[in-house]
């Protein structure tokens, strides 16, 4: 099947494939000779990225990770943007290729494995009309039609017939010609040739080749029997397939229900997900999966733990649903467990996991439905990685906007604990962004300590980790989508912090582990949250456990700790709230994948809060709550709560006893200090 002149062709991870007037697919001989297979004329413009940074992924010169949008503002001409799963790919209108983030594997192409913090060229290529991302491989397709791959090769992923660990420049993939589209997955590439058939090579223990087999294929083979598809993409372990009637197919891994077909069967060939027609559009995640309509409306399907189905739920779904509040889609991405569209006018929804803000609305909450990034309009191109966000706008959306928003209302505030205030001003106006940044100083006009994005008339935002009794002024300012910056507004009255509370116990472990009954702590003489000593379980295969009674019972309480995570072999208990008699109440702990959880020891009842707690930095990890069958307990990390308050039968005796650490057998490294226990949160 050779596209007809303007044919849209749909790419990996459910984008639009941006080829321009001129850029031709090899074999697509009509009549009057070759012709474009996109009518899409690209505005080149900048990448826009959000979310996680530990490695540089986002291109800003920082690890540091960013909640809300913010443009690259050092690479230009940008027609297209990919993300794999902890780096970023750019391609530019001169046909190069540019790369930033994770390296380990090679998959930035320059030559080396060093992390880059900023874009470099990728050596060796020119003449590239589309890109994507694995997870530590890349991709890119010349105008000839031919691919290129490099990185992460262990599984044939590259497709060049090797098994080279760490491919640090391009390869050509090979034999394989007349492509027109691609796509990767974790350990797995597609690509779609001129003729409607699809190829893929690399690893395919679950069926990800859907070539009928589970066998590795280090260079390219048919997937089954697929014919007249115009959509392809990459899961982590399974394959997605538009076909030009509407239909989508899918293979490979289905443990969650990611094929949709309504089971959670693995597929080694293509079967059809279940009760859908007229998609456009395909994109998929580590477990999940999702379809645009021609209508404009999105469906998804798959693993939900973080919502990122966004149907208002965290069920997992083995067939497909409607994503409320998302309509007029125009592309859409997944991420590992976050989900994304971008809607008429170039602004863009997204909903799933938040831990590291790659949902870009300012928080580090998620979404079970779909909620508006801030500062973005324009939208043209849209990806995800693990845990980060890139888009691309172009430089020009109709006539450029230069004038900035209206200066906010003087911020007003008031504290209603000993370390938070919590402030109000009115929002400014905008000629073009309906939703603006607003940056918040703080005793100084220069001293920027947040930023919230907001579309409301009026603007609330709480000051956190406020010292107690501490005395602050607050100044506002206002940011609009392509970065013009309001004057200021005047300054707050002085607003004074309440005074603490008198705690029913509190140590920072400059006198030891006096009082407690020790398993297997030690006190750390080398680290501290703000100064040494602090008490570290370090147990390999062993129990490291503290407690300590309390003297009388207590119903409502606040319990805290500054916890430094370093190593994690199993889920570990990091608080635990016992009775007198040493009957569990209520406990935190955190998994391998260092999410929080919450669990009632009474009723064995538990709820992921859906945040990560970062490895190796100080967190502030705090509950409170009331005992009783059925009462409400609220976890904050770092002063802000996590998830919406869980209602839970904790039982009806008071807590007696305070536990740090795990009476269990296992191996982790976890410091903590700073142990408060009082009936306020703060």
Not at 453 to 475: D, E, F
Request: charged residues 15%; aromatic residues 6%; hydrophobic residues 35%.
């Amino acid at each position: 099947m050779c596209p007809l002149p303007g044919t849209t062709v749909r790419k990996g991870r459910g984008r639009t494939m941006k080829l321009r007037w001129g850029i031709f697919a090899a074999g697509c001989l009509l009549a009057g000779g070759l012709h474009p297979i996109e009518a899409v004329a690209v505005d080149p413009g900048a990448a826009w990225t959000w979310g996680g940074n530990g490695t540089g992924q986002l291109g800003n010169g920082t690890t540091t990770t960013r909640s809300s949008a913010a443009a690259l503002n050092s690479l230009t001409d940008v027609i297209e943007v990919e993300a794999g799963r902890e780096h970023s790919i750019a391609l530019r209108s001169d046909g190069t290729v540019w790369t930033w983030g994770f390296n380990e594997m090679g998959q930035l192409g320059d030559g080396t494995t060093t992390n880059r913090l900023s874009p470099v060229q990728v050596g060796g290529l020119s003449n590239v009309v589309d890109i994507a991302g694995g997870h530590y491989h890349s991709l890119a397709l010349l105008a000839d039609g031919t691919v290129r791959g490099w990185g992460y090769n262990s599984f044939g992923q590259l497709g060049n017939g090797a098994t080279t660990s760490a491919q640090r420049t391009p390869v050509a993939v090979s034999p394989l010609t007349d492509v027109i589209a691609i796509a990767g997955g974790r350990d797995m590439s597609y690509a779609l040739r001129s003729d409607g058939t699809v190829w893929g090579w690399g690893l395919n223990d679950t069926g990800q080749m859907g070539d009928g087999t589970t066998t590795m294929r280090t260079r390219p083979v048919r997937v089954g029997s697929l014919a007249n598809i115009t959509a392809i993409t990459g899961g982590r372990d399974h394959g997605l397939a538009v076909r030009s009637d509407g239909t989508v197919w899918g293979w490979g891994d289905n443990t969650q229900g990611e094929i949709g077909d309504g089971t959670q069967t693995n597929r080694l060939s293509p079967v059809q997900v279940s009760g859908l027609t007229g998609v456009v559009e395909v994109a998929a995640g580590a477990y999940h999966s999702l379809a645009r309509l021609s209508s404009g409306l999105v469906r998804s399907w798959g693993s939900n733990t973080n919502g990122q189905l966004g149907d208002g739920t965290t069920t997992r779904r083995t067939t497909s649903v409607a994503v409320p509040g998302v309509t007029g889609a125009t592309a859409i991405a997944a991420g590992r467990q976050h989900s994304l569209a971008v809607i008429a006018g170039g602004a863009v929804r997204a909903w799933g996991s938040n831990a590291t803000g790659q949902l870009g609305d300012g928080t580090l909450v998620d979404r079970t439905s779909a909620i508006t990034v801030g500062g973005l309009s324009g939208v043209t191109d849209i990806s995800a990685g693990r845990d980060h966000t890139i888009a691309m706008v172009p430089a020009v959306v109709g006539q450029p906007d230069t004038t900035p928003p209206s200066a906010p209302g003087v911020p007003t505030g008031v504290s209603t604990s000993s370390s938070t205030i919590d402030l109000t001003w009115a929002g400014s106006t905008d000629d073009v962004s309906t939703s603006l940044r607003y940056r918040l100083f703080e005793d100084s006009p220069t001293n920027q300590v947040a930023e919230v994005t907001s579309s409301a008339s009026s603007v609330s935002y709480q000051r956190t980790g406020l010292a107690a009794a501490s005395t602050h002024t607050y100044w506002v300012s206002a940011v609009d989508a392509v970065g013009n910056i309001s004057g200021q507004s005047e300054p707050s009255a002085p607003i004074t912090v309440q005074e603490a509370s008198s705690a029913i116990y509190s140590t920072d472990f400059s006198g030891g582990l006096t009082g407690w009954t020790n398993s297997g702590l030690t006190i750390d003489s080398t680290q501290g949250a703000a100064a040494p000593p602090s008490a570290r379980g370090n147990p390999t295969a062993a129990r490291a456990s503290a407690y300590r009674s309390l003297g009388a019972g207590y119903s409502n309480v606040c319990i805290s700790t500054q916890l430094r995570v370093t190593s994690l072999g199993a889920s570990v208990d990091l608080i635990r709230l016992r009775t007198a008699t040493d009957v569990g109440v209520i406990r935190v702990y955190i998994d391998t994948n260092r999410i929080l959880w919450l669990r009632s020891d009474a009723v064995g009842t538990q709820r992921s809060s859906g945040v990560a707690v970062p490895l190796n930095s100080w967190q502030n990890l705090e509950l409170c709550g009331t005992v009783g069958t059925a009462t409400t307990w609220t976890l904050y990390l770092n002063g802000a709560p996590r998830g919406t308050p869980w209602s839970a039968n904790t039982g009806t005796t008071p807590i007696g006893r305070l536990q740090l650490g795990d009476t269990a057998a296992k191996t982790w490294t976890i410091n903590f200090d700073d142990v408060v226990l009082d009936q306020t949160p703060g």
